[in-house]
């Protein structure tokens, strides 16, 4: 026939690059479900949020994207339905106790009234509790569900998100650390 | 390894089992469509452009996800807030990131997947129009020889006596 | 016991089918009959055993048999009857004994079928398709056992996910996997081709039934599958390109491909290392589905449960498989002699256009399936290929691709004038420009797709009908002579006529149902009606129901046209007992030009129900043309040329003639 002889070759090798790829793929313990983060070095969204009140009354604070500013930030997007914001509760609990770090919060798509008595129960460990009652602000932060947490520098900038709750190896290796880094 | 995998797989599954309100939507529920009938069509185009991003290969159009929900809402408030199809799905992309476009950016990345078969289907054509002027050049021969059909013939005719 | 039996039959046939693989071989290389012969015996042997392993698997499902974990994990004793034998295959362990099965099936049927093919090279068909009944067997017994025991046994098992408990998703596995797994077969002619250092124009014309078969009940198993799509997940869409739609579809077109290019290879003797590769290519494409939905490497509607051990199984199978049949391709190729002279335009260059429109349609595909992991794969971040991809580069391909298919039945093998073909088809060239025409005219949303798809439409399914009513000179001559002649034309030719006028069908159900479907998605109360298409649907109220394993809010609507009541519907939500699983069902109220399509959804607590109504115009044909495409498929394997074993009795292949394809 004539045809250059290599060009035999050519199903052989694409296949070969593609198999190596997926052994490397498979092998590499990479989970497929992980989720990419986009806001990560980029400015907090601008926003608004009302503070927590039930039936009139007030029970935190809200805040907007200014508060961010000159202080190290962790948001943490939170709802007394999910069950994984109870699981992380005591490494909220324990962020907000490091020195020079104010952790505020964001009551998601959550009835006040069993918002207030789930922090009733558990302990309120937050500065600062907004509300996104109808998950108009949730997509803003690029949240996919909750809990969802983010640390944000003096700056507004976000440096860290984390999707799902924070285990105490997340806290230990993950923010602590980012936090570190950001007071020097 | 396996266990290594398992584990986030397992958080994840938890998170997203009880991570949604404990409520459930339908796609595209009533009410939610824009009154301008212009601006709802746009906002259909491109909710169907946009991943639900805690689905499973479903556009934010078909799914009943409260995420996906959120996400029809915003492109809607973009939309009456005088966005173009474009800012729209640039606001999203922002936030989400390249995974929640379902038509994937053309950049360096993903060149090969734009291009490669359409490169693919030139190269062909090439080599097809190469080997048609070789063929050209080269006195034509009679494709099934009678050898060739006589050989065919006479296994097929074989075979069939055999049983 | 019967698990016992069933583990002991998997045994029993994974080392006869190491015979199988083996003896033949080695007796077609020594040109020794009587080992030739074995391996028929063996194909056979192995497939009664895996069809007893098969029959023990569905006894311990039928029975409830709950020492066995599979029927734990997937089974339940309140489960309809039906819906305990299709939960057999509805998990991986069980759904690959009935790939096996089949597989096995396949190899018998070459064994029982095969007398026409040269008796060395149905040896090493036979001794191939062994082989690989041999690794997938070992990848059952060795990573995926269905008859592993529980102990202690629980008192009753957890129940089939409600989604796979429906007629449409029962059957969709095993005609999707009587197509896949039928191209085993034509890999094995390919393998054995190459062994032999042989392929003739012989090759051609044993290989295109297997082909023809294959593709029939894998276009069958996709539109099955499309179809459960349609009514099941509740907003009337039918296809996603999902990455496991996808892994289908991949084998489809190159197994198009195929198709055609062993006809070029069997009359013109052409195209044949080409042919070859498409064999090969078309089975990798299955096997790599096997792998995709398998190994979790892609999470889908359709994944069971994933599990990296499998996943490298299955990837040392297809690098073995596909890499050993690829190097052996490049080994052997080269010295196949081809006559290679073509022009342009003839029959076999259609043909050419095809394969090449086929293969670079399903690179497409392959590359929008696999690109998100290879950027994962090289750390560049995670993106998503959807749909807005597929339609701007595999549907453009498909354009030229259905032009071409209205032409190319009316050119004649070697060298075709085509001037005079288009002037043949001027009439059905004007009447799909003008129906084109027609639509810019009154459309002015997606005209120009409407335009294309349906002058497409029209166009393939106009010349596939002008070409048949010229070659049986309907008209022309008198009604008996027209008669005479269409039943003396060949069935093989009846069949490709059938199969491009439904892919005519498909595309025009494709584009109507896309552009002109019509909705009202709005809250209604019992006593409110809603206005859709010509037709007045009343909303009569919500019932709670309770059926079997699933409890339902079941809505009733009422549908009348000019005021006359024609139909009621329906639909439900309903949720399964064992897992508390809930699921939509639409109800759907189907003609032959569209479907009225209603779903029920949630009470916002008021005394009123979210309703979404679709009116889908010309969706049944999509459905309607899948069925078409098989029949031809079917049709055409009657033809008395491809009728496995039978004797020919004609001395040598008619010169060939236009059409006979």
Redesign the interface.
């Known amino acids: 026939m004539g045809s250059p002889r290599l060009l035999y070759l050519a199903p052989l090798a694409v296949f070969a690059i593609v198999a190596a790829a997926a052994a490397y793929y498979l092998s590499s313990g990479r989970d497929p479900r992980l989720l990419p983060s986009a806001l990560i070095d980029k400015p907090a969204p601008e926003f608004t949020a009302q503070g927590l009140s039930v039936a009139g009354k007030p029970l935190a604070r809200g805040f907007s994207s200014a508060f961010f500013e000159n202080r190290i930030t962790v948001l943490n997007f939170f709802a007394s339905w999910c069950a994984p914001c109870l699981v992380e509760h005591p490494q909220i609990t324990a962020l907000s106790k490091v020195r020079g770090v104010t952790l505020v919060g964001i009551n998601y798509k959550n009835k006040p009234d069993e918002a207030a008595a789930w922090l009733a129960r558990h302990g309120n460990p937050y500065a600062r509790i907004g509300v996104d009652p109808t998950g108009d602000l949730a997509p803003e932060f690029g949240l996919y569900g909750v809990p969802e947490t983010f640390l944000i520098g003096p700056r507004g900038r976000i440096r860290l998100k984390h999707v799902g709750p924070i285990t105490v190896p997340v806290l230990k290796d993950k923010f602590l650390p980012a936090i570190q880094a950001l007071k020097q | 390894m396996r266990r290594r995998a398992v584990l986030p797989i397992l958080l994840l599954a938890l998170i997203f089992s009880s991570g949604s309100p404990p409520f459930r939507a339908q796609a595209i529920e009533p009410g939610e469509a824009l009154k301008d009938a212009g601006l709802e069509e746009r906002a259909r185009d491109i909710g169907r452009q946009l991943r639900c991003l805690v689905c499973q290969n479903q556009s934010i159009d078909d799914s009943d996800a409260p995420l996906a929900r959120d996400l029809r809402r915003l492109v809607r408030k973009r939309l009456v807030a005088g966005d173009t199809d474009r800012e729209a799905i640039a606001y999203i992309h922002t936030r989400y990131g390249d995974f929640v476009l379902l038509r994937p950016p053309v950049d360096e990345r993903t060149w090969l997947l734009w291009f490669g078969p359409a490169a693919a289907l030139f190269v062909a054509l090439l080599f097809l129009l190469w080997r048609l002027r070789r063929s050209r050049a080269a006195p034509p021969v009679e494709a099934l020889s009678a050898e060739s059909a006589a050989r065919a013939d006479a296994l097929l005719r074989e075979g069939g006596d055999e049983r | 016991m019967s698990a016992e039996i069933g583990h002991f039959a998997l045994i029993v046939a994974a080392i006869l089918a190491l015979g199988q693989s083996v003896f033949p071989m080695a007796g077609a290389a020594r040109r020794h009959g009587a080992l030739m012969s074995l391996g028929n015996t063996l194909a056979t042997g192995q497939f009664v055993f895996v069809l007893i392993a098969f029959g023990a698997l569905t006894w311990a499902f039928v029975t409830s048999d709950f020492s066995v974990a599979n029927v734990v994990q997937n089974s339940h004793s309140g489960k309809p009857l039906l819906y305990k034998i299709t939960g057999v295959w509805g998990n991986h362990e069980g759904s690959m004994v009935l790939w096996c099965l089949i597989l096995s099936l396949f190899g018998a049927c070459v064994a029982w079928f095969g ?5 060395g090279l149905r040896a090493r068909v036979i001794a191939v398709q062994g082989l690989i009944g041999l690794a997938f067997l070992a990848f059952i017994l060795l990573t995926s056992n269905p008859f592993d025991r529980v102990n202690p046994m629980p008192p009753d098992g957890r129940g089939l996910n409600p989604i796979l408990q429906d007629p449409g998703l029962a059957f969709h596995p095993p005609l999707l996997y009587l197509g896949y797994v039928g191209f085993s077969v034509t890999f094995s002619f390919a393998i054995a081709a190459l062994l032999e250092g042989r392929v ?3 090759w051609g ?1 044993w290989v295109r039934p297997w082909a023809l078969a294959a593709w029939s009940f894998l276009t069958l198993g996709i539109g099955l599958g499309s179809w459960w799509a349609y009514y099941e ?3 009337g ?1 039918f296809w ?4 496991v739609e996808n892994a289908s579809f991949m084998p489809w077109l190159v197994g198009t491909a195929l198709l055609h290019s062993a006809i070029v290879a069997e ?4 195209l044949k ?1 080409w042919s070859i ?1 498409l064999a ?2 078309t089975f ?1 494409l299955s096997l790599l589905g096997t ?1 995709l939905v398998r ?7 359709h994944t069971f449960a ?4 499998r ?2 199984f299955i ?1 040392a199978i ?2 073995v498989t ?2 050993g049949a ?2 052996l ?2 080994w052997r ?2 010295t ?9 335009i003839s029959r076999e260059g259609a043909l ?1 256009l095809n394969n ?2 086929m ?2 349609a399903a ?2 595909v392959l ?2 399936t ?2 998100p ?5 090289f750390g ?10 597929f339609n ?2 595999f549907l453009p ?1 498909m354009a030229p691709m259905i032009l071409a298919m209205g032409i190319a039945p009316f050119l004649p093998w ?1 060298r075709a004038d085509l001037i005079g073909v288009l002037d043949r088809l001027k009439l059905i060239a004007g009447v799909a420009i003008a129906l084109a025409a027609a639509v810019v005219f009154i459309e002015d ?1 997606h005209s120009f797709a409407a335009a294309l798809g349906l002058g497409l439409a029209a166009w393939l399914i106009g010349a596939a009908g002008w070409e048949t009513a010229g070659r049986i000179r309907l008209f022309h001559a008198p009604p008996g002579e027209s008669l005479r002649r269409a039943s003396a034309m060949p069935r093989s030719a009846w069949g490709m006529t059938i199969a491009h006028a439904a892919a005519g069908v498909v595309v025009a159900g494709i584009t109507v149902s896309g552009v002109w479907q019509t909705e009202v ?3 209604m109360k019992p006593g409110d009606r809603a206005d859709l298409a010509g037709y007045t649907i009343g909303f009569a109220g919500v019932r709670e129901v309770t059926v079997g394993n699933y409890r339902a809010r079941r809505g009733h609507f009422i549908v009348s046209e000019g005021g006359v009541a024609v139909d009621a519907l329906w639909p439900e939500k309903r949720l399964y007992l064992p897992q508390r699983v ?1 699921t939509t069902e639409a109800a759907i109220r189907t003609t032959l030009f569209s479907d009225l399509y209603v ?1 029920l ?2 009470p916002d607590g008021k005394g009123g129900h ?3 109504l679709y009116h889908n115009p010309l969706v049944p044909w999509i459905w309607i043309g899948a069925v078409l495409m098989f029949l031809g498929g079917m049709i055409s394997l009657t033809d008395r040329r491809h009728r496995v ?4 009795r004609s ?3 008619a010169s060939p003639r236009p059409s006979e394809a």
């Open positions: 007398g026409n093919v040269a008796p003739d124009a012989a014309r997940l509740g907003w869409g996603f390109w999902d990455p009359k013109r003797d052409a290392s590769l090969i290519l990798s792998f190994s979790g490497v892609l999470t889908s509607v994933t599990d990296p051990e996943g490298l990837l297809l690098a596909v890499g690829l190097l391709y490049a190729a080269p196949l002699k081809g006559g290679g002279l073509f022009r342009p050419i090449l429109l293969t670079v690179l497409t590359f929008g696999l690109y992991l290879v950027v994962d794969t560049l971040g995670k993106i998503s290929v959807g749909p807005p991809y701007a580069t391909l070697k949303r998605i709005r809250t809930p779903v959804g949630d979210a309703v979404r074993g039978a004797p020919r001395a040598r292949p």
